[in-house]
């Protein structure tokens, strides 16, 4: 298939890697065979896929990989589900205000 992909792998130790390949996969079985010693996913296999998304243009793929990449495990994990309500939620800063209120 052709096109780029923006992928997230979901880590031996419960962190998350989003990275941009145009075969995911190929890439995630790198990912678990250890090709390369110094990537972040080597000491943290196995790596499970948990998100990808196609698109046709390298550059927008870029664009929403280095995205991905400033968001935080709380907003990953509700891409991951598909709760786009806690991802507008948690762009605005309301988990901050709900966590507080919740103390």
Do not use: Q
């Not at 031996?12 to 075969?23: E, F, P």
């Not at 000491?43 to 998100?51: A, G, K, T």
Request: one cysteine or more.
């Amino acid at each position: 298939m052709e096109g780029y992909f923006v992928y997230m792998l979901f880590c031996r130790d419960g962190s998350y890697y989003v990275g941009i390949t145009n075969d995911v996969e190929r890439r995630v079985w790198e990912h678990n065979e250890g090709f390369d010693e110094d990537s972040y996913t080597f000491s943290r296999r196995p790596v499970v896929l948990v998100y990808s998304t196609a698109f046709d243009y390298v550059g927008d793929a870029i664009d929403w990989e280095k995205k991905l990449k400033r968001w935080s495990r709380r907003k990953k994990a509700a891409l991951i589900r598909g709760d786009w309500k806690m991802i507008g939620k948690f762009a605005r800063g309301s988990h901050k205000h709900e966590r507080s209120s919740n103390r």
